[in-house]
């Protein structure tokens, strides 16, 4: 696209695209280092991780302001309205993916005992799958490439199935041995926060569709999370 | 193709409100020449009865010479040849049997520049319905002159001083007179060229809101070089560029999602 006849007006789209640069970079890091501090319960690196959480909610809050500052400055219309829209969106699905990166980090204060090595290495494949998800999703929108944004958007199913099949072991777990109900319940949620950094992933990629071709897309995103129906009954193990 | 016309495009195609409401003017394969130049290539658009279409586009691309078209303005225009079909209500503009004069009471026009005779507010009203014989005595007359008025929202701003002469009033209420004066002859149609360039923003704003008024009852095409304005006011959007029409479409679509690169680069302040 070429350039606005107001060069000021490029400063002001080019200055929110690099703020909300900046913010994916972050939330990519928190979701790093918050499966990291649980996974190794440090508790140190868990509450670096806390604190970090705030500058991505004042990026959050820059990144409005900027995007009304321009509307009512600018009045933009058509991909530029699209622009400002989608970057408010994403600045909001980036700091919710903050609150639960934190809120992953978290119990790693709440899980005394060690936990053994099977159970932590489920929570690290789906925190990688949501890292790629992440990084991949970012990357498309710095390049408003909704090819790649679908391929995002397509293979978020991959976290649903594992964090089906983690859920389903924890399960079993916790049923084996009631001792282990506690960490059990705390990596139950971590993954499910984890499972919901994925759907926001989705998020940001119906938004880089909606920015590229001005309509949303229409598709039913494939979905295998189905712990929300699988009953719960002890009497499935006999 | 090997025309040098590149076709119109449409979003969506048709257009909402040109498939919901009936086609109050359709031109059909329009061009218009200004001695050797072609000022106009090939037009065809159907525009909306009791809606608002605007036409936006860059200084020359011939949006205000196609509307003059709609009511046979360019007839005046030394050198100026219209060819192509213009049809209201389905009856040809260009028709040998047909009045231009009556054409032009029945497709009203405002300018940029406020406009008004130099005789009293009631004057410029009345001086229409009585060259067409509208009013059938003094008092109709009168009633005409205030429901015009009332309708184009300046009656009670100028009730107490009917007599006294129109241009003394501001260019917002001055405008207001004009268009007054142009719904008087009761037309189907209303031509808006830039009504609102030369006003401030509050008159452009009392203006804006009698266009929506307006629109229950008469077909409005307005002109403007305000893309907020064309959002704000029109229900269809058509972007002309170097005489052609590029894209017509429903404003809501065509301001958030145009699907030509020219009109995206246009509204978006883009165009070099």
Redesign the interface.
Same mark, same amino acid.
């Given at each position: 696209m070429p350039d606005h006849i107001m060069k000021a007006y490029d400063d002001d789209l080019a200055a929110l695209q690099s703020m909300l640069s900046t913010m994916g970079g972050l939330a990519e890091e928190q979701l790093a280092r918050s499966v990291e501090a649980l996974t190794r319960r440090d508790t140190k690196l868990a509450d670096i991780v806390i604190h970090a959480d705030d500058r991505i909610d004042q990026m959050e809050r820059a990144v409005e302001e900027k995007a009304i500052l321009t509307i009512a400055k600018r009045q933009p219309m058509a991909k530029d309205l699209r622009n400002i829209m989608v970057a408010i969106r994403i600045a909001t699905d980036l700091e919710r993916i903050g609150d639960l990166a934190k809120n992953v980090a978290k119990r790693s204060h709440a899980i005394s005992d060690p936990i053994p090595r099977r159970l932590t290495s489920g929570l690290q494949r789906m925190g990688q799958l949501a890292q790629a998800q992440l990084k991949r999703v970012l990357d498309s929108f710095a390049a408003a490439d909704s090819e790649q944004a679908m391929e995002v958007w397509r293979h978020d199913e991959d976290i649903d199935a594992l964090y089906n099949s983690i859920f389903r072991e924890l399960l079993t777990y916790m049923m084996e041995d009631p001792r282990m109900i506690g960490a059990c319940t705390h990596l139950l949620f971590a993954t499910k926060n984890i499972e919901r950094i994925g759907d926001h992933a989705t998020n940001i990629a119906e938004n880089i569709y909606y920015l590229v071709h001005g309509q949303p897309i229409r598709d039913e995103r494939p979905k295998k999370d189905d712990t929300a129906t699988t009953p719960f009954s002890p009497l499935n193990n006999d | 193709m090997n025309d040098m016309t590149p076709r119109t495009i449409f979003t969506p195609a048709p257009p909402r409100i040109i498939a919901e409401r009936p086609a109050k003017v359709v031109a059909e394969g329009v061009n218009v020449h200004y001695g050797e130049k072609r000022a106009i290539h090939d037009l065809s658009i159907s525009i909306p009865d009791k809606a608002v279409s605007a036409f936006i586009g860059p200084s020359g691309c011939g949006k205000s010479t196609f509307l003059r078209c709609i009511n046979r303005m360019n007839d005046t225009i030394a050198g100026c040849r219209v060819t192509g079909r213009i049809t209201v209500d389905g009856h040809d503009i260009h028709d040998r049997n047909l009045d231009v004069v009556q054409l032009r009471a029945r497709v009203g026009m405002v300018f940029q520049k406020p406009n008004p005779f130099p005789k009293s507010i009631f004057e410029n009203v009345a001086y229409g319905p009585r060259i067409h014989g509208l009013a059938k005595d003094k008092t109709d007359l009168e009633r005409i002159v205030v429901e015009s008025l009332k309708k184009a929202g300046l009656f009670e701003e100028v009730k107490d001083r009917m007599l006294q002469p129109g241009t003394g009033l501001s260019g917002g209420q001055q405008q207001r007179l004009c268009i007054a004066r142009a719904i008087a002859v009761n037309p189907e149609i209303i031509l808006m060229d830039e009504p609102c360039s030369a006003l401030d923003p509050i008159a452009t704003a009392r203006i804006e809101e009698l266009i929506h008024e307006l629109k229950q009852n008469y077909c409005i095409v307005i002109v403007t070089h305000s893309?907020?304005q064309a959002?704000r006011v029109s229900d269809l959007t058509a972007f002309f560029h170097l005489g052609n029409l590029i894209e017509v479409g429903d404003t809501d679509v065509m %301001?958030?999602?145009?699907q030509d690169k020219k009109?995206?680069?246009y509204?978006?302040?883009? %165009?070099?």
């Open positions: - | 893309m907020q959002a %301001f958030t999602s145009p009109t995206q680069d509204i978006t302040g883009r %165009f070099g």
